[in-house]
């Protein structure tokens, strides 16, 4: 089973990775042997403490500044993670935020567009960007980062950016349709409420101990509790499962 579970040598890209389950799934990405890209865009302190604790531990990685919401930037994003670490073999769309709450009221076009372009179509455009290699190669695979509010609609609020999760839950699974043939690999992860920057920015401790009486198992999940779930799909044991979103809730969500 370790075996499997083996990344010796598999290029991933990471975006959105320079905290919370992103930085968690690149260290341990590069603990299985992976060599790494974490992409970043604000957070050049955290996705360059998070290379460096890698490279510490032996690992390879680079660390690239890209904004995912711009097609120019996913395009260099690949490029130079090709041209540094060679072809990508796992991708791991991880990259999104709520942005900001707001009621129904206060939608903007503006707004929705730009967390519909964050969440939902810098994933398309980055599975877009390195899905051709990984068909030539004929093996590869794609990790979505959805969310439970996909599934709930989302706390108060965050009705945009639940239905971009929604929808990329959607897309995930037309993506491994399109993709499986080929031997690429595509599947999503929806944590529920993790222990991150995320809700250090967008809940309150109220609110915070609200979701947490909703919880079975009665405590915030981890990063890293997510990035197993996400190396374990990316990796050779889950080799038979396509299309699927993994849910990492603690239970708050059974389906």
């Given at each position: 089973?370790?075996?499997?579970?083996?990344?010796?040598?598999k290029?991933?890209l990471?975006?959105?990775?320079?905290s919370?389950?992103?930085a968690a799934?690149a260290?341990?990405?590069?603990?299985?042997?992976a060599?790494?890209?974490?992409?970043?865009?604000?957070?050049?302190?955290?996705?360059?403490?998070t290379?460096d604790r890698i490279?510490k531990?032996?690992?390879?990685?680079?660390?690239?500044?890209?904004d995912?919401?711009?097609?120019?930037?996913?395009?260099r994003?690949v490029?130079e993670?090709?041209?540094?670490l060679?072809?990508i073999?796992?991708?791991?769309?991880?990259a999104g935020?709520?942005?900001?709450?707001?009621a129904l009221a206060?939608?903007t076009e503006a707004?929705?567009?730009e967390?519909?372009?964050l969440?939902?179509?810098?994933?398309v455009?980055?599975?877009?960007?390195?899905?051709?290699?990984m068909?030539a190669?004929?093996?590869?695979?794609?990790?979505n980062?959805v969310?439970?509010a996909?599934h709930t609609?989302?706390?108060?609020g965050a009705g945009?950016?639940?239905?971009?999760?929604a929808a990329?839950?959607a897309?995930?699974k037309?993506m491994?349709?399109e993709?499986?043939?080929?031997?690429?690999?595509?599947?999503g992860i929806?944590?529920?409420?993790?222990?991150?920057?995320?809700?250090?920015?967008?809940?309150?401790?109220?609110?915070?101990k609200?979701f947490?009486a909703q919880?079975p198992?009665?405590?915030?999940?981890?990063?890293?509790?997510c990035a197993?779930?996400?190396?374990?799909l990316a990796?050779p044991?889950?080799?038979?499962?396509?299309?699927?979103t993994v849910?990492?809730n603690?239970?708050q969500?059974?389906?």
């Open positions: 089973m370790a075996d499997s579970l083996d990344l010796s040598g290029v991933a990471i975006t959105g990775a320079s919370g389950i992103g799934t260290e341990l990405f590069a603990s299985l042997g060599p790494v890209a974490i992409g970043y865009h604000r957070n050049k302190k955290g996705a360059e403490a290379r490279a531990a032996g690992g390879t990685v680079i660390a690239i500044e890209a995912v919401r711009q097609p120019a930037d996913i395009d994003l490029r993670t090709t041209s540094a060679g072809s073999d796992i991708l791991v769309n991880n935020s709520l942005v900001e709450r707001f206060e939608a707004k929705l567009d967390i519909f372009a969440n939902l179509n810098s994933a455009l980055a599975a877009k960007a390195v899905a051709p290699s068909i190669k004929k093996a590869g695979a794609i990790v980062v969310s439970i996909g609609g989302g706390g108060p945009a950016y639940a239905a971009a999760k990329l839950t897309y995930t037309s491994a349709k993709l499986a043939p080929h031997g690429v690999r595509v599947n929806a944590p529920g409420v993790i222990d991150t920057p995320f809700h250090e920015v967008f809940s309150t401790p109220a609110m915070i609200a947490i919880i198992i009665g405590r915030l999940g981890t990063s890293m509790e197993r779930v996400i190396a374990f990796s044991a889950a080799s038979y499962i396509v299309g699927e849910e990492v603690g239970g969500l059974m389906r």
